[in-house]
């Protein structure tokens, strides 16, 4: 018979020979949610809007877990650099520009810029714009083309955190117009019937795409983001994600 102290030394022995268990890695996901529909925070507190479902649906088609952390957008970026979070899931259009510091996904939403202004303008296109004062959110595209159209340091570029800021200021005069995405642009003016405001479709503006960045040079991450658009956009996924939001 082995004796007690036997038995101990065994299964001490017995312990080396156990592969350790490790967690399954949870990636860090950074979103501004105040950017409805596509991110915005519910009456739970939770993170919720189009993107939000499409990366959900992507993490579970790729066999990965996802955790969002809401995030303001001056300095999202940043926190790929520094590896506080793996990816952005924030209607971030793919530039050239980005595609210098960071790495995107294959494409998962086609957008283009939208003129916001008061039911009673008379502004009809984007050069019509010159000489009056613009709301644009801080970094994004709408920033950008409004740079080139009134200058890098015009005085008449107004800029604020988010798109439904500068639209706020926009109902009470303080900008003749804003210049954003279309999908926020129609959601907010279709949930506030009272707002005033109609919406211009510039001819000029181009069209554009957003993509889920990561940290330059993390191929394996994006292999896996790919992979998942690519399953959601086959099996229909994305389709009933893009009716939820968008009507068709």
Do not use: C
């Amino acid at each position: 018979m082995f004796s007690k102290k036997n038995i101990i030394l065994l299964l001490a022995s017995a312990s080396l020979f156990v592969s350790p268990v490790y967690a399954a890695k949870v990636y860090q996901v950074a979103t501004d949610a105040a950017y409805a529909p596509f991110e915005s925070v519910n009456e739970k507190k939770e993170i919720v809007g189009f993107d939000m479902d499409v990366i959900k649906a992507v993490a579970l088609k790729a066999g990965m877990e996802v955790q969002l952390h809401n995030t303001p957008w001056e300095g999202i970026f940043a926190t790929l650099s520094s590896g506080d979070r793996d990816l952005v899931a924030s209607a971030v259009t793919i530039t050239p520009e980005r595609k210098l510091s960071m790495d995107f996904s294959d494409p998962y939403f086609e957008a283009k810029q939208l003129i916001a202004v008061a039911k009673k303008s008379n502004i009809s296109n984007f050069t019509a714009l010159k000489g009056k004062k613009v709301g644009v959110q801080t970094g994004t595209t709408g920033d950008e083309i409004v740079q080139k159209l009134l200058g890098k340091t015009s005085p008449n570029i107004k800029r604020f955190e988010s798109t439904p800021l500068a639209i706020k200021e926009l109902q009470n005069g303080g900008v003749d117009a804003v210049v954003a995405d279309n999908g926020v642009v129609v959601n907010f003016i279709t949930n506030n019937k009272a707002s005033n405001l109609k919406t211009i479709d510039d001819a000029t503006f181009a069209k554009e795409f957003y993509g889920f960045a990561v940290k330059k040079g993390n191929k394996e991450l994006l292999e896996k983001l790919n992979k998942g658009i690519a399953a959601i956009k086959a099996d229909g996924t994305y389709d009933k994600i893009h009716k939820k939001y968008f009507g068709n």
